[in-house]
């Protein structure tokens, strides 16, 4: 796996993302095939991200970064803030 900067904005997402990548490259066989087959409803996103302008701020402008121990990110995604010490 290639180690690859973090940005100081949303670090935990993005190193989540890279993280959630390299799981999904390790599935693939010698071949190039799916081991198993990925469902569709689990979409993940790739390090395409970073790349993207449409998306490039989210890592870079403070204001946008996720806040995980806000109240309103505890109340949409309440077994991720459980997983976080």
Known sequence: MI???L?????VLAARILEDEGAEN???GADGDDIK???????????DVFKDERFA???ENK???VDGQSLEYMS???MSSKKQP
């Open 3 to 5: 180690k690859r900067k």
């Open 37 to 47: 087959k990925k469902s569709k409803k689990k979409k993940s996103l790739s390090s």
């Open 26 to 28: 390790e599935t693939k």
């Open 57 to 59: 701020a989210m890592f």
């Open 63 to 65: 204001d946008l970064e």
């Open 76 to 78: 949409l995604h309440p």
């Open 7 to 11: 940005p100081k904005v949303n670090r």
